[in-house]
């Protein structure tokens, strides 16, 4: 059975730095794209970031602005957002995600997390 469990949410003030995990339980997380998207309140789910399986490319959505960063440790099966320079803006409930592609669409991924909830204060 495949899980993953985001943890590391939590309430922030602005400007302050946040580092999500996501733990892969039941897969290789090594063989799949893994992303991070968010959801705000009455917000579509959309895309915060992802590290594409075997070459490690990454990518972001155009609001990021350099300020996070998704990294993985395969011998952990855990993929990481590193989050800087946090804005209200940012506030919602973030989930990680898996996809056994390319996870240039996210209605390709094939696995989802509960979710973890950050909440910037301004």
């Known amino acids: 059975q495949v899980q993953l469990v985001e943890s590391g949410g939590g309430l922030v003030q602005a400007g302050g730095s946040l580092r999500l995990s996501c733990v892969a339980a039941?897969?290789?997380?090594?063989?799949?794209?893994m992303g991070w998207f968010r959801q705000a309140p009455g917000k579509e789910r959309e895309f915060v970031a992802r590290?594409?399986?075997?070459?490690?490319?990454?990518y972001y959505g155009d609001f990021v602005k350099g300020r996070f960063t998704i990294s993985r440790d395969d011998a952990k099966n855990t993929v990481y957002l590193q989050m800087n320079s946090l804005e209200p803006e940012d506030t919602a409930v973030y989930y990680c995600?898996?996809?056994?592609?390319?996870?240039?669409?996210?209605?390709?991924?094939?696995?989802w997390g509960q979710g973890t909830q950050v909440t910037v204060s301004s």
């Open positions: 590290i594409r399986r075997y070459d490690d490319m990454t």
């Open positions: 039941g897969l290789a997380s090594s063989v799949y794209t």
């Open positions: 995600a898996a996809d056994r592609s390319s996870g240039t669409r996210i209605k390709t991924y094939d696995y």
